[in-house]
């Protein structure tokens, strides 16, 4: 799922798609559920790489409530703090590209947070 992460990206183009509004936490709600309905094993919910926003916590909870999938989450994770806080909302992977390629310290920081986060069961 491209999530609104304040630019344009890649995949919206190559894929001629519209993000879901960052605000919209039906919808994303909604189109997790459809995806595990339709027999998805996983669900991506990508706000690009360099997002100016990172996808919000409150969005990442109603989606990983409301399935029984795992929950990855990428684009506009910066620190380990934010990495922390989503995977406390439910996501079950993290994924950082840009932040990492900037300072490569951050690898550890945001290992470390990831795992003191609560374990979704």
Do not use: Q
């Amino acid at each position: 799922m491209v999530v609104d992460g304040g630019a344009p990206t890649t995949v919206s183009y190559i894929s001629n798609t519209n993000p879901i509004p960052a605000d919209k936490d039906d919808i994303a709600m909604a189109t997790a559920m459809a995806g595990e309905m339709l027999g998805n094993k996983v669900i991506y919910m990508d706000a690009g790489s360099g997002a100016r926003k990172a996808i919000t916590e409150s969005m990442i909870h109603r989606v990983s409530s409301m399935v029984d999938i795992p929950v990855i989450v990428g684009g506009g994770i910066r620190d380990a703090e934010k990495a922390y806080l989503n995977c406390k909302a439910g996501a079950d992977i993290i994924v950082v590209g840009n932040a990492i390629e900037k300072d490569i310290s951050l690898i550890k920081e945001i290992a470390d947070a990831v795992h003191t986060a609560p374990v979704k069961i």
